[in-house]
């Protein structure tokens, strides 16, 4: 009778065993196949290569004689894996930001917490020791290296995404070595651009941005007592103000949605999109030859492309000069109608990067490529995936936690 229960009992741990076993593999390789599908594989190969690592060095522990000589060298492991894996997530999986401004409203406001999906558009890999969270730490206690800081270290390499950049996604490209900075994506590589109106067409196709997009309007209206009560109940009157030159005409800062009800209010008589004027000081990228460039008046242009020729004229060169010199790294001049880069006389230029066109919701609350010019897909972070948390308004919004942004 005790032989039996005491097979009972050994059939019993080995069926626990054996279910532990497989459960792992059975984890392991789903984990690794649902990246194939993404089209991920270096995710795959990652996670291969750490469930290598982690079995060998389980089965290593495991063959020390000494219990706690055994616990502590466990302890060290769990501590060690645990950094490691957070570094991996931060650097090649997701990220946290925190929005500043109002230059993304009513999308993303001052206060808001987003997640960033480095897996869309695959990962950069960091330029610098100073981008790799916990090791940095090692480098600002050293003087040498700190010197270096606001250096590129490695060349710009970059993982496969599961996607491309695509119009209208929100993006967080990096500005600086410590400035991060959130905008939508409104033209891609190879895109013929135009801002009309202040509206943007691609290749002859307007875009339909989302209803939370933003701008200035004129609004004439008949009653004002009448017209800011109406507002009260709709709690739409923080961005409306009086225009100064009369009381029937008032300024409002709305987006899309707030404008159409606006326009249904009892009283309205007129509301019209206020558009930017014409000024040389304005600080736009390019002020192309017999131009006259504005916020909302701007093209026709083409977003630059990796391989992508341009013959230089006067207009090119307007446009071009800027991203020539800070991104593509060659010295650009003209004398007496003859361009030169890096000191050679050429009529043509091939370009070696990807470029974008980005702006905020915000449109005129926005320092964005009407002023900074193309972003390179090298400066792209990531793309935001949700808001995490928001504390706009001064208090934690509710309605904001793990809110989806959609275009």
Same mark, same amino acid.
């Not at 279910?19 to 194939?36: D, E, N």
């Not at 230059?103 to 100073?130: A, C, H």
């Given at each position: 009778?005790?032989? &039996?229960?005491?097979?009972?009992?050994?059939?019993?741990?080995?069926?626990?065993?054996?279910?532990?076993?497989?459960?792992?593999?059975?984890?392991?390789?789903?984990?690794?196949?649902?990246?194939?599908?993404?089209?991920?594989?270096?995710?795959?190969?990652?996670?291969?290569? #750490?469930?290598?690592?982690?079995?060998?060095?389980?089965?290593?522990?495991?063959?020390?004689? &000494?219990?706690?000589?055994?616990?502590? @060298?466990?302890?060290? %492991?769990?501590? $060690?894996?645990?950094?490691?894996?957070?570094?991996? @997530?931060?650097?090649?999986?997701?990220?946290?930001?925190?929005?500043?401004?109002?230059?993304?409203?009513?999308? $993303? !406001?001052?206060?808001?917490?987003?997640?960033?999906?480095?897996?869309?558009?695959?990962?950069?890999?960091?330029?610098?020791?100073?981008?790799?969270?916990?090791?940095? $730490? %090692? !480098?600002?206690?050293?003087?040498?290296?700190?010197?270096?800081?606001?250096?590129?270290?490695?060349? &710009?390499?970059?993982?496969?995404?599961?996607?491309?950049?695509?119009? =209208?996604?929100?993006?967080? &490209?990096?500005?600086?070595?410590?400035?991060?900075?959130?905008?939508?994506?409104?033209?891609?590589?190879? +895109?013929?651009?135009? @801002?009309?109106?202040?509206? @943007?067409?691609?290749?002859?196709?307007?875009?339909?941005?989302?209803? /939370?997009?933003?701008?200035?309007?004129?609004?004439?209206?008949?009653?004002?007592?009448?017209?800011?009560?109406? %507002?009260?109940?709709? +709690?739409?009157?923080? =961005?409306?103000?009086?225009?100064? /030159? /009369?009381?029937?005409?008032?300024?409002?800062?709305?987006?899309?949605?707030?404008?159409?009800?606006?326009?249904?209010?009892?009283?309205?008589?007129?509301?019209?999109?206020?558009? +930017?004027?014409?000024?040389?000081?304005?600080? #736009?990228?390019?002020?192309?030859?017999?131009?006259?460039?504005?916020?909302?008046?701007?093209?026709? $242009?083409?977003?630059?492309?990796?391989?992508?020729?341009?013959?230089?004229?006067?207009?090119?060169? =307007?446009?071009?000069?800027?991203?020539?010199?800070?991104?593509?790294?060659?010295?650009?001049?003209? /004398?007496?109608?003859?361009?030169?880069?890096?000191?050679?006389?050429?009529?043509?230029?091939? !370009?070696?990067?990807?470029?974008?066109?980005?702006?905020?919701?915000?449109?005129?609350?926005?320092?964005?490529?009407?002023?900074?010019? !193309?972003?390179?897909?090298?400066?792209?972070?990531?793309?935001?995936?949700?808001?995490?948390?928001?504390?706009?308004?001064?208090?934690? +919004?509710?309605?904001?936690?793990?809110?989806?942004?959609?275009?």
């Amino acid at each position: 009778m005790k032989n &039996y229960w005491r097979i009972r009992e050994m059939k019993k741990e080995y069926l626990v065993e054996w279910t532990k076993k497989y459960w792992r593999i059975g984890f392991i390789t789903v984990a690794v196949l649902i990246p194939v599908f993404y089209g991920l594989l270096w995710l795959s190969f990652a996670i291969l290569f #750490l469930a290598i690592i982690y079995r060998t060095g389980s089965h290593l522990v495991q063959q020390i004689k &000494y219990s706690v000589l055994q616990k502590w @060298i466990n302890r060290v %492991l769990i501590v $060690l894996s645990i950094f490691a894996l957070s570094i991996g @997530i931060k650097l090649f999986v997701f990220d946290i930001y925190r929005i500043p401004s109002g230059s993304m409203e009513d999308t $993303l !406001f001052p206060g808001d917490v987003i997640l960033v999906n480095k897996l869309i558009y695959g990962p950069k890999l960091p330029r610098s020791p100073f981008e790799i969270s916990w090791v940095n $730490l %090692l !480098f600002y206690l050293n003087s040498r290296a700190r010197a270096k800081m606001e250096q590129d270290w490695w060349p &710009y390499k970059r993982f496969e995404g599961s996607k491309e950049i695509e119009q =209208g996604d929100i993006l967080v &490209y990096q500005f600086s070595k410590t400035i991060f900075v959130v905008k939508r994506c409104v033209a891609v590589a190879g +895109d013929s651009l135009a @801002i009309v109106n202040g509206e @943007i067409f691609t290749d002859n196709k307007k875009f339909r941005p989302p209803e /939370t997009i933003k701008n200035n309007y004129l609004i004439k209206i008949k009653n004002k007592r009448r017209f800011y009560r109406q %507002l009260d109940s709709l +709690d739409l009157n923080t =961005g409306i103000f009086r225009n100064g /030159t /009369t009381s029937f005409w008032l300024n409002g800062n709305l987006s899309y949605k707030q404008r159409e009800t606006v326009e249904g209010l009892a009283g309205v008589q007129l509301v019209k999109k206020e558009l +930017d004027t014409f000024s040389q000081n304005k600080g #736009l990228f390019a002020m192309p030859w017999d131009t006259q460039w504005t916020l909302d008046n701007l093209g026709p $242009l083409v977003v630059p492309k990796k391989g992508m020729t341009v013959c230089l004229n006067p207009f090119t060169f =307007g446009v071009y000069k800027k991203v020539l010199h800070e991104h593509e790294k060659v010295v650009c001049e003209e /004398t007496d109608g003859v361009y030169y880069v890096n000191g050679k006389n050429i009529d043509q230029y091939t !370009f070696k990067q990807d470029y974008y066109f980005v702006m905020g919701d915000n449109r005129k609350g926005s320092m964005d490529s009407r002023y900074i010019g !193309f972003i390179p897909k090298e400066n792209i972070i990531a793309k935001v995936q949700c808001v995490l948390f928001s504390n706009y308004g001064g208090g934690f +919004d509710w309605q904001r936690l793990f809110k989806r942004i959609d275009l």
